[in-house]
């Protein structure tokens, strides 16, 4: 954790869609805080409603009603160039998918969100091979994706995430398509980037392990928010879950 200030704030947030001649209520008045630096992991049943939350958050989708704040900017009040200039400069993407470039390098995909922000090719390079080097692929930066394995392109796309210095990251089911092992990886590798950089980690997931690093969990249910628990509190009995390779499992949270 970095200080205190709340870096996002949702307040009183409903969302509903239309399902043919139905309206679905998918959140159903959300209010929720979270500090900057903090890791947090949004976690619930598939049809809950987390994946909704997240996108708001993200700015990729606007609520019914309510508010969604990013450092106190109401994002629903932006107009499409305002709310690009946010997502581009505040938000870092991680997708479950990788959504990684497929006839770009490795550093093309990295430096990418850097040109769309106007810096220099030159200046955007160095920096894309430094970040790379950060997330363990130094030496791949000239290798497309098909020639990556998913821990790597994933790790690609951690690095794009990173690209433009955001306040925040959004990862969407970030170990969804990988291993075990790999996931765990990925996992250690958000952790250490919010200890070392301050970067709010805030992700949608299923994946228990979540539970080992997170600075706080997210319980959805039913479109509305279930409990928040710190790291300290969680009270679910998960089993060996892992840890970092190299230490001891947990046996309890």
């Known amino acids: 954790m970095t200080d205190s200030r709340k870096i996002v ?16 209520l ?18 619930g049943p598939s049809g809950s409603g987390k994946s909704t939350l997240f996108n708001m958050i993200g700015g990729l989708d606007k609520p019914t009603t309510g508010k969604v704040f990013i450092d106190e900017v109401d994002i629903a009040q932006l107009d499409a160039y305002e709310l690009a200039w946010l997502r581009c400069r505040k938000i870092g993407y991680i997708f479950q998918t990788f959504n990684i470039i497929q006839v770009m390098t490795a550093l093309e995909n990295v430096t990418l969100p850097m040109t769309f922000a106007g810096m220099a090719d030159d200046a955007a390079a160095e920096k894309g091979i430094k970040l790379l080097e950060m997330v363990g692929l130094g030496d791949r930066f000239q290798h497309k994706p098909f020639e990556l394995s998913g821990g790597q392109q994933q790790r690609v796309a951690i690095a ?12 969407d089911e970030p170990t969804g398509n990988l291993d075990l092992n ?18 709010t980690i ?51 949270c």
């Open 160 to 171: 794009r995430a990173l690209a433009n210095d955001p306040a925040i990251i959004l990862a």
């Open 202 to 252: 805030i992700s949608a997931t299923h994946d228990i392990k979540m539970l080992n690093v997170s600075d706080q969990v997210v319980w959805i249910r039913d479109g509305r928010i279930d409990k928040i628990e710190n790291r300290d509190e969680l009270s679910i009995s998960i089993g060996q879950i892992g840890t970092k390779p190299g230490h001891d499992t947990l046996s309890e």
């Open 26 to 43: 998918a959140l159903k008045g959300v209010d929720l805080e979270i500090t900057a630096g903090n890791y947090i992991s949004i976690m």
């Open 9 to 24: 704030r949702v307040t009183h947030v409903t969302k509903s869609f239309k399902l043919g001649k139905l309206d679905v």
């Open 182 to 199: 790999t996931g765990e990886e990925i996992i250690y590798l958000l952790k250490q980037l919010s200890r070392e950089r301050g970067v």
